[in-house]
């Protein structure tokens, strides 16, 4: 679960235009509204985690990944 923690840490950075989005980091944190991800790097954000864990998010799966923790609960449910 670590591992995923970090490994997603790794590619949201690729995609925050400002170092600040992460002072108050959590796990908690909305993709959207507090990391100031947009919707068209989101995309981004999917196809590189499709591809680093060899997983398929569905339509459905990505309109419920509001928050990190999110996104970590899905990984770690298709990986295991």
């Given at each position: ?38 919707s ?41």
């Open positions: 679960m670590e591992n995923i923690k970090t490994n997603l840490i790794n590619i949201l950075k690729k995609y925050t235009l400002s170092k600040d989005v992460w002072e108050n980091f959590n796990e908690n944190s909305s993709i959207i509204s507090d990391l100031k991800i947009n068209a790097r989101i995309v981004d954000i999917v196809i590189d985690l499709e591809e680093k864990y060899d997983i398929e998010i569905t339509d459905e799966e990505l309109e419920k990944l509001t928050c990190f923790k999110d996104i970590v609960k899905l990984i770690d449910s298709k990986i295991n």
